[in-house]
């Protein structure tokens, strides 16, 4: 029971993780688009503009490449030793996996709040 919810809190904070990614990505692009307009928004730079939705859509790129790219475990559930073994190498794993995008995503929010405070 303890095992699986483990398991079950990685997956969750990976799919967690990608729902903020794309949801920040699509507010990022919308609100860079609407604040081109605002007079006060104009002298700040292209590139600091998009840097916020080039780092959520980055964190989002690596979700799923590393979801795809992640390889099937087999238990063997004869040998207790090497089942929970095998078990923590996939916790570890998942683990890691989101670092790099939790990491981008929070550039991103970074870069947001960099692009308003250089307008204002």
Known sequence: MILASNLEYARATIQTLQ???AALLTASVAAAVALR????F???PVTLAGLPSVCFASALLSLV???????RQ??????LDATLTAYEDLLSRR???AFLPAALLGAGLIAAFAVLLSAG
């Open 95 to 97: 683990r890691r996996d």
């Open 37 to 40: 307009a605002v007079s006060r």
């Open 65 to 71: 490449v590393t979801g795809l790219a992640r390889r």
């Open 74 to 79: 087999l238990f063997d559930f004869n040998a």
């Open 42 to 44: 104009q002298d700040v």
């Open 19 to 21: 729902a903020l990614s």
